[in-house]
């Protein structure tokens, strides 16, 4: 059974595995869950991504972006499973052996497309929690529910890896921006037109 988290805690995936008394994964998938609420509006369409950021807090370039438009980085390193338009999430996965050196951070986000023309924001979302499991196995090692209310953002950084003491930990973030996905992106150093 997955260990729980609560908004803003950290954990080592090496304390992860030594709790769970399994191997330490080196392959990971980040799964984005949620639950759009019923409305008479347009349908929902969320969509996962994941942006690796060096110790300034910003991607190297464009080609540190992985999203549904580009689903590998780093000769995959870093692998989108595929856009989700029906609800219920994605799954990002991370190699953690070989993502780049020069990536401290990898950051999962999730979006609202067209979100400013179908008027809808985190707010109108429910049970969105996320899901560290070890690729090899399916094993759920972390879970993370996103309680807040974000009835005005139309962005959420849902979690983050990073590195710490030669490995990787993981920070349970939970945090909502406004803007959509140009916001986010611009602010991590993602040119977004």
Request: glycine share 10%.
């Amino acid at each position: 059974m997955a260990i729980s988290l609560a908004k803003g805690q950290r954990i080592s995936l090496e304390k992860v595995a030594e709790d769970l008394g399994i191997t330490l994964p080196t392959v990971v998938d980040i799964e984005l869950h949620w639950k759009e609420r019923a409305t008479d509006g347009k349908p929902f369409d969320l969509d996962a991504s994941l942006l690796l950021l060096n110790e300034q807090g910003k991607v190297n370039g464009d080609f540190d972006f992985c999203c549904y438009a580009q689903k590998t980085l780093h000769k995959g390193a870093v692998v989108h499973q595929g856009d989700n338009r029906t609800g219920g999430g994605e799954t990002i996965r991370v190699n953690l052996a070989t993502v780049p050196a020069n990536s401290t951070r990898a950051v999962a986000v999730v979006t609202i497309f067209e979100h400013d023309l179908r008027h809808q924001t985190f707010g109108q979302v429910d049970d969105a929690y996320v899901l560290l499991k070890d690729a090899s196995t399916g094993t759920e090692l972390l879970r993370f529910d996103l309680t807040d209310d974000m009835s005005t953002q139309t962005a959420m950084l849902f979690c983050e890896l990073y590195r710490k003491n030669n490995g990787w930990s993981f920070n349970a973030v939970g945090q909502g921006y406004e803007g959509g996905l140009k916001a986010i992106a611009t602010n991590y150093g993602v040119d977004v037109e």
